[in-house]
């Protein structure tokens, strides 16, 4: 289970205890901000696409949207969300709980600039529903980010 793996790759960083499990489903923006209790932007959201050959990990609020010109602009390519066998065959995680977190190899994850605007996020953590609040600094530490994108609208 996804979950799991979450667990295990933020155990070496002591903060597995962190990962919030919920009774009801977080699958989506809005499902998720009612199982934190928050506003539907500090929820960050994980997109799957792929560029080229490889998946990528496009990580928004939860109330952006991704622009299409400037994805096109920034990746050189037309955005192509994976499916959700895709996702889970590519990324490792299902649909619902795709996070940055202990993805496959060689999944390049970008942040977009949407986040910035937050002190903590809500990322999920390999379930439909897990989340963990974290600090904008600490989204870019356990991520492995590549480099911060502005994709959104």
């Known amino acids: 289970m ?17 990962i ?10 809005e499902l ?9 932007g500090r929820i960050a959201k ?9 998946p990528i990990l496009i990580v928004a609020a939860g109330d952006a949207r991704v622009d299409n ?17 895709e996702a889970a065959e590519l990324i490792g995680h299902a649909v619902g ?8 190899e060689g999944v390049a994850v970008y942040l977009d600039e949407s986040l910035k605007k937050y002190e ?9 529903n897990s989340a963990i609040e974290l600090t904008i600094e600490e989204l870019e530490k356990y ?5 911060w994108v502005d994709v959104g609208k």
């Open 69 to 85: 010109a400037k994805y096109k602009a920034q990746f050189h390519k037309k955005a192509k969300m994976l499916t959700p066998d």
């Open 97 to 104: 709980g795709v996070c940055p977190f202990a993805v496959n």
């Open 32 to 40: 998720a901000a009612q199982a934190v209790g928050c506003e539907p």
């Open 120 to 128: 903590t996020v809500f990322p999920a953590c390999g379930s439909s």
């Open 2 to 18: 996804s979950i799991e793996r979450v667990r295990a790759y933020f155990k070496q960083f002591g903060i597995e205890e962190r």
């Open 46 to 54: 994980t997109l799957s696409f792929m560029v080229g050959e490889q």
């Open 143 to 147: 991520s492995g980010f590549e480099s």
């Open 20 to 29: 919030l499990e919920f009774s009801v489903s977080s699958a989506t923006v």
